[in-house]
């Protein structure tokens, strides 16, 4: 079985542990967002280190990638922010929709609500059509 000995991990500090969603939490029980058992998430720890003080009480941290951290205003933001990023590993367009009938990506032209079904499935009982962003379809009309 493949194992990492602790000694040989370079950030091992004798006080963090992996939750059960990945995230690696620090033994900080001063801080006030610490759980009850003094453990705050290494994200977090870093984003106040750059924010150069305790981060503001709605703010979340959002982990972008493993280098890059953003801080949203609160958790609505950062719940639209993981909607894009979805979007952005699925077709590489962040502002696109996923229209929950076909379950494809496209671009927002092809929706009259986001997140909604796609205008091309709504007519899809009568013919195949695809929907073109609008830059292109403007040269076809
Ligand atoms: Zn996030
Ligand atoms: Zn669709």
Redesign the pocket.
């Known amino acids: 079985m493949p194992r990492m000995p602790r000694e040989l991990n370079p950030n091992w500090n004798g006080g963090f542990y992996i939750d059960s969603y990945g995230y690696k939490k620090i033994l900080m029980p001063e801080n006030p967002r610490a759980d009850s058992k003094g453990y705050i998430s290494e994200h977090i720890a870093i984003a106040e280190k750059a924010y150069g003080g305790p981060l503001p009480s709605l703010a ?1 941290v ?2 972008h990638s493993k280098t890059q951290l953003i801080l949203s205003e609160n958790q609505s933001y ?1 719940l639209r ?2 909607k894009r990023m979805r979007a952005f590993k699925s077709c590489g367009h962040a502002h696109w929709f996923k229209c929950y009938y076909c379950k494809q990506y496209k671009d927002p032209v092809c929706f009259n609500k986001p997140y909604d079904i796609c205008k091309p499935c709504k007519k899809l009982s009568r013919k195949k059509e695809t929907c073109l962003p609008k830059n292109m379809s403007s040269t076809l009309i």
Do not use: D
């Open positions: 979340v959002h982990h950062h922010l993981h």
